[in-house]
């Protein structure tokens, strides 16, 4: 069964420091990889995509994916307290099936 | 990047009746949408995937009948709950587009 595994947390970062979440999928042929923010009773939304091998940064935010050694991580600097939320990754296997982790919780301490 | 809409956000209903609840793509047409179903301090759980003009598919274990998926045109799928009951009070979420973007969720409460 193809999995998406994410340490559940919580996961706690001083502010202003560089939080580092991390995520193993098991599809060797997974395309596409997304991370997600959810803040408790919303629904998620999308923080960035990585299609490639290497690093992809948007603002804060930096995503960085590993084919060989089937890992995405996702490291937000300058963390805020507002960064405080549950980040989800989702993988699209080689089906186009997109596959969820369960979540790491992150707590941003002031 | 796309935006999908869901309505109601809220909903609170008495056990026994249907509550029907709309996803709609603002800006994009969508032949597949999905719906999920979230419970506290729990992940997304995949309930079906909504195709325009055909019917949907249920992932192993969800009640078809129960959970009626409607996609009847390329910017609107509707999920209706039939003769809920408090069990199915849970958090609803739709998404659409190849990167999937989410609206907004709908809170059922089924009292």
């Known amino acids: 069964q193809k999995e998406v595994e994410q340490n559940s947390g919580p996961l706690s970062v001083p502010e202003g420091a560089i939080a580092s979440l991390n995520c193993t999928y098991s599809d060797r042929g997974s395309q596409s990889f997304f991370w997600y923010r959810q803040y408790s009773g919303k629904s998620p939304e999308l923080i960035m995509f990585?299609?490639s091998n290497g690093d992809k940064e948007d603002g804060r935010f930096t995503a960085q994916l590993n084919k060989a050694s089937q890992y995405v991580s996702l490291l937000i600097r300058d963390s805020q307290p507002s960064d405080s939320a549950t980040y989800l990754c989702?993988?699209?296997?080689?089906?186009?099936?997109?596959?969820w982790g369960a979540g790491t919780k992150l707590i941003i301490k002031p | 990047g796309a935006v999908v809409s869901q309505h109601p956000s809220r909903v609170i209903c008495k056990s026994g009746t249907s509550v029907k609840i709309e996803c709609r793509s603002l800006d994009f047409q969508a032949t597949t949408m999905f719906w999920y179903r979230q419970f506290p301090k729990q992940s997304l759980m995949l309930m079906a995937t909504s195709n325009e003009g055909s019917k949907a598919t249920y992932e192993q274990g969800v009640e078809k009948d129960k959970f009626l998926i409607n996609h009847a045109s390329l910017t609107l799928s509707t999920l209706t709950v039939t003769s809920a009951h408090p069990e199915d009070s849970s958090f609803y979420i739709c998404?659409?587009?190849?990167?999937?973007?989410f609206g907004q969720g709908t809170r059922l409460t089924v009292v």
């Open positions: 989702a993988v699209k296997d080689s089906n186009y099936q997109l596959i």
């Open positions: 990585i299609y």
């Open positions: 998404s659409a587009s190849a990167v999937p973007f």
